[in-house]
Every structure is written in C-alpha cells, then in structure tokens.
C-alpha cells in the first residue's frame, strides 16, 4: 500500500513566498497611502476651490455635513473633498483586481515557457510593481504621485492570480485546504511585518513618526520583501517546463477526470459560492476599514490603539489557520465554512444586541479564527468546481468575488452609517452580510476534496 501523502510545510511555505512579499506591500500600502494621499489633496487649490463652489451652488450640502460633525469652519466656510478623492484612489487596486485578475488567472492557464505557467508572471510583473511602490512617496507632484499608484495597483493585479495558482499545481487536491492553511499563515505574517514596519523601522533608525522620517523606508522595505518573494520562487520553488504539458501522459486522464466545461450543477455551485464571496468580504471589509472610525466614537480609542486591537483579530487568525486546514480535510470543507460563519454571525449579532462593549475583545478573537475558518477552504473549494486543468482561472474568479465585495464594502455600510446616525451599527451589519453568505454557501453542492486515490490517478502515479 502506498505511503500517505502529507503536506510539505517548508516547501508550501516557499511556495508563498511571493504571496507574503504582496501582503507586506499591501499592509502598507493602505494606511501610508491613504494618509500621503490626504496630505497632498489637502494642499490642492483645485479640491479646496472645488469644495467651496460646490458649498455655494448647494448650500443644503453644508447642513448635511454639519449633521455629520464635519467642522465647516476649518475649511473656510465650505466642506472638503478631501476624504472622497482619498476614497475614490483607494478604491483602484479593488476595482483593477476584479478587472484583470480573471483575466490574467486565464492567461496563465495557457502560458508555455520553460519557468512554467505561473512564474512568469511573477517575474516581470512583481519587480514592476516592488518599483512602483518605491516610487510613490518620492513623487513630489499629485499627477506624477498618481500615475505611480495606478501603475503599481495595476503591476500588482496581473501576478496576483498566478502566484496564488502556484500552490494548488504543486499540490495533490485533497490537500489543498490544508496547504492554504500554510499560505494563509505565510501571507498572515507578511501582512504583520507589514503592519510593524513603520514602528519598527522607527526604532531602529530613529525616525520621528510624527513627522513620517519612517515613510521612505517604509516604501524601501514594502519593495525589498517582494523581491525577496520573488527570488525565492526564482530559486527554491521548481515549477514543471509547461511548454511539455501538451504531451504530459497524465493530460488525458485529467480531461477524462474532469472535462472542461463545468455542468449546469457544477454552474450553480460556482454562482452560489461567488455570491457568498461576495457578501463575506462585504462583511470582513467593512470591519477591517471601519473599525478605527468605530473604535474612536464608541470606545474612545485613538488611531494607534484601534490598529492594536485589530492584531487580536490577526493574531486569532493566524493560530486557527492550521486547524481550520486539517478540519477542512478531515470533515469536508462546506462544514467548516458554515462553522466559521456561524461564529461570525454568533459573536457579532450578540455584541450589537447587548451592547455590552467588552464584548467586542471575544467578537475580535473568534472573528479572527472564524474569518480562518473559511478563508482558509473557499478558496480550496473554488479550486476543485473548477478542475485541475482551469487552476489561475477560478483563482481569478475567486478574486473577481472578493475585490467586488470589497469594492462595495465601504458603499454599502456607509449607507447604513448614515442611516443609522452610528458606528454602533458595525457590528449588526456585518452580521447580516455573514446570514446572507450562510445562505448561499448552504447550496453548494461540490467543490470538496476528490479522494486520495483518484488524486494519485491525476498524478500519474
């Protein structure tokens, strides 16, 4: 009888390399951009002259914004623009992932080249964007400033697919959730690093943080951690020559596993699970962009205090990625996905319903593990509806869900905040957005792991 195949951590964890060298960019990139994007707006006389034209013509703008403690005053008698141009530019790197990662997921499916499908990908497009990034602090005018950040959010959406499509090749189906559970922990401690940077970096060179000294260095480093990703994929990751894949002998026992158009069940499945995608990241995204704001005005917290409280969340996830992977394989990924929404759902509609504010530490901790729970098989479960042979185009799928939940995160919920009149209100949407998830997970009907057998039979073996 055959050995047991069990997953490589070591190996799995050089695979994320690159994965890592994006979310310590990524991590980064949000809290230093949005605030270098607002210094530089506030500077503009054509947003401050805009604000006030717009003040003139509609005057009834003014009360709305006093309704929403805008000080008019501070912005000579009309109302800033500021945080909506802020808004719009940060929404870039969402809209241009669901754009084009579907896109160059596809692609890569059918590259031929000796570095093999995804590689490629990763090699030209992951030092463009390491330089784009170094570039945009450094751009002294908002038009050369803005035409590194669109180049950087689009450089950084045409190897996102291919990177994360890396693992799922190199590793047998049924193992896949709990290799994700690696790669999330990979990715995890690159958005860590991320967050650290500037206190760290500080520390060491001695910079002012109250006079961002630390944000050049910060950009350095952000650019250095996705070259190292990428030279360790260069040299310790061996992707196969696909240029052979035409002719590989097991090509033909893949199709006839699995042919190449999905069935009208497998259809439904896959619109179901998007759907789902679609509202958890709705929910996971208006916590992670809205908490700092929730922190302030229902805890009294500073800006610096909400960020720690968010690593609670971060920290919780990390430690449930490896159990989330292992219970993943071992009770079907579906069932583990409910579980995670089920807590999500459990701890957030508790705390909005008390109003017990102490509660928010327990929703932070087991929403982090929870939020591991299903990050760490949907994107598994996706893999296997698509089939061995169509890996980067269900990645982009994938993300193609996820950046849409994204995109209408802060949209959705800021309708609500305004409605409700208070970040209170958080908490309870989420909640809802993870219900509605719930429901359309519970009609997926594939997407688990082929057995072990079948999988040996794929690889030839």
């Keep these: 009888m055959a050995e047991k195949q069990k997953v490589n951590y070591f190996k799995t964890a050089l695979i994320g390399s690159g994965f890592l060298g994006s979310m310590v960019a990524w991590s980064i990139y949000d809290p230093y951009v949005s605030k270098l994007l607002n210094e530089r707006f506030a500077a503009s006389q054509f947003i401050t002259n805009l604000g006030l034209s717009l003040a003139e013509k509609y005057p009834f703008l003014l009360d709305f914004m006093r309704a929403q403690g805008e000080n008019i005053d501070a912005v000579g008698g009309g109302f800033t ?9 940060m ?16 692609l890569s499916d059918h590259t031929r080249s000796r570095f093999g499908k995804r590689r490629p990908f990763v090699f030209i497009f992951a030092p463009l ?13 908002i038009p050369a400033m803005m035409a590194c950040i669109i180049a950087f959010v689009f450089f950084m959406s045409l190897w996102r697919s291919p990177v994360m499509s890396l693992m799922p090749d190199l590793t047998p189906p049924h193992l896949r959730s709990e290799a994700n559970s690696v790669i999330s922990v990979t990715g995890g ?22 006079l961002n000294e630390e944000r050049n260095a910060v950009f ?6 996705m070259i190292f990703g990428t030279l360790m994929l260069a040299f310790f990751v061996k992707e196969e020559d696909s240029r052979l894949s035409l002719t590989d002998s097991a090509e033909p026992k893949k199709q006839k596993f699995k042919g ?11 619109i179901l699970m998007m759907a789902a995608l679609f509202f958890l990241f709705i929910g996971t995204n208006s916590i992670t962009t809205f908490f700092a704001l929730f922190a302030h005005e229902i805890l009294g917290k500073t800006t610096a205090q909400a960020t720690l409280m968010m690593t609670l969340f971060l920290a919780s996830g990390l430690a449930g990625a490896f159990p989330a992977g292992i219970l993943g394989k071992k009770y079907g990924r579906k069932k583990v996905i409910l579980i995670g929404l089920s807590v999500f759902i459990f701890m957030f509609a508790i705390f909005t319903a008390s109003k017990q504010l102490w509660l928010v530490w327990p929703a932070l901790a087991l929403g982090g593990a929870a939020s591991m729970f299903i990050n760490v098989n949907t994107l598994p479960l996706v893999w296997s509806i ?3 042979d169509r890996v980067g185009t269900f990645t982009g799928y994938y993300y193609t869900a996820t950046f849409a939940g994204q995109v209408a995160a ?31 997970v519970l009609g997926v009907k594939h997407g688990e792991a082929v057995p072990e057998e079948e999988a040996k039979l794929l690889a030839g073996e």
């Design 81 to 89: 623009l500021v945080p909506l141009f802020v808004g719009i530019v």
């Design 91 to 106: 929404t870039f790197d969402n809209i241009f992932g669901v754009i084009f990662q579907p896109l160059f997921g596809r």
């Design 129 to 141: 964007s390491a330089l784009m990034f170094f570039l945009i602090p450094r751009m002294l005018s």
């Design 189 to 210: 401690f690159g958005a860590f690093l991320g967050i650290i940077a500037g206190s760290a970096l500080a520390f060491i060179f001695g910079y002012d943080t109250h």
């Design 220 to 225: 350095v480093f952000g650019s250095l951690m």
């Design 260 to 270: 190449h158009k999905l069935d009208k069940a497998e259809r439904k499945s896959l």
């Design 386 to 388: 698509g089939g061995l």
């Design 410 to 440: 802060p949209i959705f919920y800021g309708i609500v905040r305004v409605l409700t009149g208070t970040y209170m209100s958080l908490f309870g949407f989420c909640a809802v957005a993870f219900v509605v998830s719930l429901l359309f």
